[in-house]
């Protein structure tokens, strides 16, 4: 039961709904002149890098993978790619190494330390002093906050420019991103008009970084660019620092040339999203990152960009698909580990807007593509869910109900129940722990293994879609990160029956999936919890004397140069899978909502005092 107290403190409800009006701006800021001290908030990170360092910081690491792996904070430790084959007497792992997650959580100011393991903070991203010049595109920007999180010695000469699409003189968001012109040197503001598409906004969250080194590095976040945001469970992907290109590693216009999933594929449709802003806005930024070679990504871009495309008449081999249709021809590129068990789809996002239930129908069917289109029985067709928070979660969340106000799903009018009927049978918990047979592992009075992601208390902002590739969760088929929420807006929708499809938002995210690591079929990406690398699996060992059968069982075969003695150990330990973690944000199993459990509703009022004593007046109403 919810408690009335007029003696708590209310929450202010008046937090920018990320549902505006659609248009892009762009400012670019030359930080001649330094903030005063009292301006300037503390950083949230202490990764930060700074020239007086006594010690230079070492050169970023690339994993197995290619990655570029960030500089961790005290307390982060990556997991080894391997054992250690010594002592010999001990079990050995034949296992090829395993590869950290490509999509990684942020830092969580507020957790203990030991949840934070191989996490990123946005300084990790901007502390870095190589950083010369930096892109910023995002829907909410504290201009502050972002400056505060570059390094403290090179904030003064690197270039910062921002897009954004708040355009209207009265929005909040412009006004606090046009106020610093009292504060620095140098602000252009350049205008961009979307009315076809007011409905949408500029939602895409992405940070492009110039380095001195002759370096750049594309990096894709779930936050907005406000201190609030990071303080809830956010999703970074980081390509590796790409070099400049050379003659032989450049690479046609035409992105049909290259496989969805290629460095060079990701390359032409970052370019052409970036394009899509006009080139008084990026070309110099798109003329600037043409330098350079992007053969070291694996993963696939997938972006939407505001207005309307014809299926009928495009040929996605050759041009770039935005919204759903770029997500469905994507998967379409990928293989499911096990076609013939019935996959387990979660989609996880923190706004869910008005849809229909057509509609979702639609996008399901979206999800459900692969390369092999095969009806399936419908025994075999994917299972769906929904992971979003209830109002105790929110509740009992890091920031309590002040996060409320980033979270968004409709339930009061007759038409948002509607919406509530089905998508009820999908409905799970975000956190799971609010009963306490849950919080202990009992499911349907049965015992299992609770995986815990270490993400309860950070309220999600967060958007993830995976497949799992049975209804044990323990394989990903892929896993999509993403700034897109669920709505119309965001996917686009169909509106004709002619084959145009209307999308009204930015949007842009990362798909990855386990044959982009090996494209013989012998990897396999597995969820890891509270790390990005995946433990050696026990199956994959082998003791003392078995080591000592295969080594006496050595083959002798002729070498170009002689005999070359190749054991059978040896091709076993190729032949074995190579396994990508995926970082999960939320607990598996997962929690299904209660027939009388009800969403998170940020424009209800919740008179119930969160853990700091507040009550909620309801989104819009204090």
Known sequence: ??????????????????????????????????????????????????????????????TSSGHHEPHADKGKKREPVSRSLSPPQRPISTHSPSIPSPIQLSTVNGLADSTNIDTVSLGDILGDPLIKECWLFNYLIDVDFIMSQLDKDTREIVQVKIVHGSWKEEDVNRINIVRPPLRREMIYLKYTWAHNFILGTHHSKMIILFRHDDTAQINIVTGNFIVRDWSMCQAVWRSPLLPLQTPSSSNPDSPGTFPIGSGHRFKTDILRYLDSYGQRRTGTLTTELQKFDFSSIRAALVASVPGKQNLRGTNPDEETLWGWPALRHALRSVDPKTPKLKAHIVMQCSSVASISKKWMDQFQNVLRSHLTQAPLPPSLKPQFSLVFPSADEIRRSVDGYACGGSIHMKTQTPAQQKQLEFLRPMLCHWAGDE???????????????????????????????????????????????????????AWGEEVNGKGEVRICSYEIGVLVWPALWDDRGQAEMVPVFGKDTPDDDDDNMVDEKEEDEMDDNAETTDGEGGKDVVSTREKQVKQRRIRVGLRMPYDLPLVPYADDEMPWCASTPHLEPDWMGRTWPGFGNS
């Open 1 to 62: 039961m919810e408690q009335t107290s007029r003696k708590r403190r209310r929450v202010s409800a008046d937090i920018l709904s990320e549902d505006r009006d659609s248009d892009c701006e762009m400012i670019e800021i030359s930080t001649a002149s330094k903030l005063p001290k009292d301006q300037r908030p503390e950083s949230t990170t202490s990764a930060n890098l700074s020239l007086k360092s006594p010690i230079s910081p070492p050169p970023p690491r690339r």
């Open 435 to 489: 009963k306490a047979n849950a919080a202990i592992g009992e499911r349907d009075g049965k015992h299992v293994e609770v995986r815990q992601a270490l993400r309860r208390r950070a309220a999600p902002h967060i958007k993830t879609y995976i497949r799992f590739s049975d209804r044990d969760m323990a394989t990903v088929d892929w896993a999509l990160m993403t700034s897109a929420n669920l709505s119309k807006q």
